[in-house]
């Protein structure tokens, strides 16, 4: 092993050179996008959040690799639209008539007392449909978000760099996430087969017909997934004993439920007192979970095979989300009045000048983070 | 290196043995070849040596095997990773990753070894099995034979002492299966390692064994010896195997080389003599499918261009030709599935894609790459009943057809519970069912053993006869000898080639089949012929 150590620093740490294709870190790519979804939860600004889905959906057309998984940009989009669609709907159909501005009028329907008296229809006025379109709008933000960071980093590298321990985890995770495809090419391959015994009826009896041999072939399919996996060596562990575990657990499960108390009193109490134990309380939850992480990841005997680093450009790229989630959150404390649109009056929203430079940096990754590898199709 | 002693193999305990008694020892550096049957633990005897059998599958193992020294009593398949790399029947279901790159390195990671010696076996395996152009593609794009090239070399950097393959060129053209084969041949013979590998295509691959494996099937014992003397009497035997025995050569010729060296003989009994060439029923005055300067996009790819195609009556057309040459394409466009861009589409006078019900059933059936895609019921019984219902014909048409094709299947069976043949047979039976007069079948002899196959070849024939036209889309070049009286080569979605079986698979050496290529340049292509002819020229002496 001895002739090898000079290159273990060279294959650690490779060098990186100005416009040569490679894998930013997928963390660096994920946090951007966490950022950008906290910005998003953070306003109703209407302008602002389509802001945020055209900064997304411009950082992954021009970051996006040329890879399958690559493709699910698109149908977070659709989501999006759905998701705001679902909500004005059911603002529509179900919504209290307060405000004054009536825009649509529809016949009534107040369900009977042991209903709890539930108002179906009737006159819908513009000043709560416009709250329903910004709500739907922020959520749909944060959906997009999210979807482009699995657009722009595969899963697959997201797995190299979660920590050791909680491995096993993140691979149900991708096998899962490789898996969803594969099931949508089972369906469209069986139904265009069920032609072939003269069948055209769709819907539910359809469905029960396609389900048969898809559900068989991807049981088949796992089945030679978890034995190729055992056949290759997964789940070698360096032999721990049961205490051991038991400690790395109790820790982890402590961190996490100290995190959660902690984040509940931070957004959940308006008083300042609270906040500062919050603060506290996350803290030592985010210790406890790291060092339990870091003490399981010790145990394990997997090597990583070119991991990923963080070169100049996924620092930048982190930092600009993180810019962009402290630009939104301060020019909500700064100017509520322009991050929250008021819908009661209706007025044409207004642009905080803070959050417009937070989206402008957030569409900065879009240019100076080098381009993906291409693969030849 | 490899030990198996008095080992018996069961699934449920109270069920009967897979493998009885198995003796075996297999030394290092040695290429073992595993035949045997549909159904005759061929697979079972490969999982159990690295102790997926029965770590993972359950099951009662009796005696013990070893690897390398150790016991898979006491050493899990994960254990035994780091000597024994196992590939897959399927390599696109074990792959886990999703780059070839990080494929190669993934059995590494989960031995521990260091970054530095991962990064410099993944380039000398990259380099050692062509896939340096490769490396950073996803593995779903891969082409059969590249797929199969990577699922070696995944297991091949963690440098195991034996390799063991499960049909690993069964669905792959002649062409990509050389690929892989070359490949294992330069491993065996550059690396001194060991490999066990299983294949029913054995006109491929056995010229490469050291050894041979028979096995007999449940409670039989198996024979293991050099290949000349296990092929001098296996049940299971390539063609020219075949064609040593009916022209009675010693030793038994198990390469086209062996043969051709003692065809001198044959050959000049054959002078003179024709092959027989199966009657073909009057074609009628129309075409049963004609198919029209054909064009087919899938998305932006041009998957068939240019496309003229006509089936008579009587006709067995085999359609042959690279995985993604638009062989299955061609098919769906036959039942109407794919919409043209350009051209048009007829069967029995009507264009397929605006039917359905008996109305298509009568006209054209296909029976597809996943047989099993066909089938839905839980119940063979009730799948025959499903059949009926949907091509309009008497209750029982279906089962009494099944009962012609596979007599051993049974009406309470779960189509699952077939064995690959079986299921093939079954969805023909319902294709079969409406009487449709074109019968598609898209690559049936994927992981048929011999038997079965010319089982197949023989309903093929008959339902020729009766007057069906049939297009099939195969690999296998000796089921297209067999049956097929025109060939159809596709490439890159164009016909290259067409027509009569005789001249275009004689005209390639990758298409040939074995018997033209010992006995070329006369045109034989089957042992049925050669046999036929010396029998006429017995009766005539």
Redesign the interface.
């Known amino acids: 092993m001895t002739t090898i150590t000079g290159q273990v620093s060279a294959t650690d740490r490779p060098r990186t050179y100005p416009g040569e294709a490679r894998w930013l870190h997928p963390m660096a790519w994920w946090s951007w996008a966490i950022a950008l979804a906290i910005a998003a939860s953070v306003t109703t600004n209407p302008l602002l959040l389509i802001g945020i889905v055209v900064v997304a959906a411009l950082v992954v057309d021009r970051r996006k690799p040329q890879a399958p998984w690559a493709r699910s940009f698109a149908f977070f989009l659709r989501i999006a639209v759905l998701i705001v669609i679902i909500r004005v709907l059911a603002q529509i159909l179900f919504g209290a008539p307060t405000g004054t501005l009536a825009v649509l009028s529809m016949p009534a329907l107040t369900l009977p007392d042991w209903f709890a008296g539930v108002r179906l229809g009737g006159t819908v006025m513009l000043e709560p449909l416009l709250q329903s379109v910004y709500d739907g709008l922020r959520l749909a933000a944060i959906i997009v978000a999210i979807g482009a960071a699995g657009s722009l980093a595969s899963p697959a590298r997201v797995l190299k760099s979660v920590p050791a321990a909680v491995y096993e985890v993140g691979v149900s995770v991708v096998v899962a996430s490789t898996f969803l495809p594969q099931l949508v090419a089972d369906v469209s391959r069986v139904r265009a087969n069920r032609r072939l015994r003269g069948r055209r009826e769709k819907g539910v009896r359809a469905l029960a017909g396609t389900m048969m041999p898809v559900l068989h072939s991807a049981m088949d399919r796992s089945i030679t997934l978890a034995a190729a996996m055992d056949s290759r060596g997964y789940g070698r562990t360096a032999d721990r004993s049961t205490g051991d575990r038991l400690r790395t657990g109790v820790a982890l499960l402590a961190g996490i439920v100290a995190i959660v108390v902690g984040v509940f009193f931070l957004l959940g109490t308006a008083s300042r007192d609270w906040e500062n134990w919050g603060l506290a309380i996350v803290a030592l939850g985010v210790i406890s979970a790291a060092a339990s992480l870091a003490f399981a990841g010790r145990r394990s005997t997997r090597t990583r095979y070119r991991p990923n680093n963080w070169h100049r450009a996924d620092l930048w790229t982190l930092g600009c989300g993180a810019f962009t989630a402290i630009a939104f959150s301060a020019a909500a404390r700064l100017d509520p009045v322009g991050m929250a649109t008021s819908t009661q009056p209706p007025v044409w929203p207004s642009l905080p000048v803070l959050a417009v430079v937070g989206l402008v940096v957030a569409a900065l990754p879009a240019y100076f983070t080098p381009v993906p590898p291409k693969d030849e199709r | 290196m490899i030990e198996f002693d008095d080992v018996s193999i069961r699934y449920e305990p109270e069920a009967d043995d897979i493998l009885t008694g198995v003796d075996l020892t297999i030394a290092e550096g040695e290429f073992v070849l595993v035949v045997g049957g549909t159904g005759s633990g061929k697979s079972t005897l490969l999982?159990s040596i690295?102790g997926?059998v029965p770590?993972?599958?359950g099951g009662v193992l009796r005696g013990d095997v070893r690897v390398d020294g150790r016991s898979t009593r006491d050493h899990?398949?994960?254990?035994?990773?780091?000597i024994?790399?196992?590939v897959?029947q399927?390599p696109l279901?074990?792959?886990?990753?999703?780059?070839v790159?990080?494929e190669l390195?993934?059995?590494?990671?989960?031995?521990?070894?260091?970054?530095?010696?991962?990064?410099?076996r993944?380039e000398e395996t990259l380099d050692l099995l062509g896939l340096e152009?490769?490396r950073?593609?996803?593995l779903?794009?891969l082409s059969g034979g590249q797929r199969q090239r990577a699922a070696i070399g995944?297991?091949l950097t963690?440098h195991p002492r034996i390799l063991v393959l499960d049909e690993p060129t069964s669905a792959l053209d002649p062409g990509a299966a050389e690929e892989v084969l070359a490949a294992l041949h330069r491993l065996v013979h550059d690396l001194g390692i060991t490999v066990v590998m299983a294949e029913h295509r054995l006109e491929r691959v056995v010229q490469y064994a050291d050894r041979v494996i028979e096995l007999g099937g449940p409670g039989q014992a198996l024979a293991i010896g050099e290949p000349t003397a296990i092929m001098a009497t296996a049940h299971i035997a390539p063609p020219v195997v075949h064609l040593g025995r009916v022209a009675g050569w010693h030793p038994t010729p198990i390469t086209i080389r062996d043969a051709r060296r003692q065809a001198d003989t044959l050959r000049t009994l054959l002078t003179g003599q024709v092959p027989t060439i199966r009657a073909v029923p009057d074609a009628g005055s129309s075409p049963v499918a004609s198919i029209d300067d054909l064009q087919i996009h899938h998305g932006p790819v041009l998957a068939l261009r240019d496309v003229d195609l006509h089936v008579d009556r009587g006709d067995i057309v085999a359609l042959m030709g690279r995985n993604g040459a638009g062989k299955s394409t061609l098919l769906?466009t036959l039942?109407?599935?794919l919409a043209p861009s350009r051209g048009s589409v007829n069967v029995d006078g009507m264009d397929p894609s605006g039917l359905?019900?008996?109305?298509?059933?009568t006209r054209v059936?296909?029976v597809?790459q996943?047989p099993?895609?066909?089938?839905?019921?839980a119940t063979v019984a009730a799948e025959c009943a499903?059949?009926d219902r949907?091509?309009g014909c008497e209750p029982g048409t279906t089962r009494a057809i099944v009962a012609l094709l596979a007599p051993e299947v049974t009406d309470p069976t779960h189509p699952?519970d077939l064995s690959e043949g079986q299921r093939l047979l079954l969805a023909l039976a319902?294709?079969l069912a409406?009487r449709p007069r074109l019968i598609c079948l898209d690559e049936p002899t994927r992981g048929l053993d011999y038997p079965t196959k010319a089982r197949l070849a023989t309903i093929l024939t008959d339902l020729a006869e009766a007057g069906h036209a049939i297009v099939l889309a195969t690999h296998d070049v000796e089921l297209a000898a067999e049956v097929a009286g025109r060939v159809v080569i596709l490439a890159d979605g164009e016909v290259v080639a067409d027509g009569p079986t005789s001249q275009v698979v004689t005209s390639s050496p990758m298409f040939a089949p074995q018997v033209s290529k010992v006995l070329s340049p006369q045109p034989w292509l089957t042992v049925g012929q050669v046999q036929r002819a010396l029998d006429n020229l017995e009766g005539t002496a």
């Open positions: 999982s690295n997926l770590h993972f599958t899990r398949p994960r254990d035994l990773a780091d024994v790399g196992v897959p399927d279901a074990s792959f886990v990753t999703d780059t790159e990080e390195a993934y059995t590494m990671e989960c031995l521990g070894l260091a970054p530095a010696v991962m990064r410099r993944v152009e490769l950073n593609r996803p779903r794009t995944a297991v963690a769906h039942v109407g599935g359905a019900g008996p109305e298509l059933l059936g296909l597809p996943e099993a895609d066909l089938l839905e019921a499903a059949s949907d091509a699952r319902i294709i409406a």
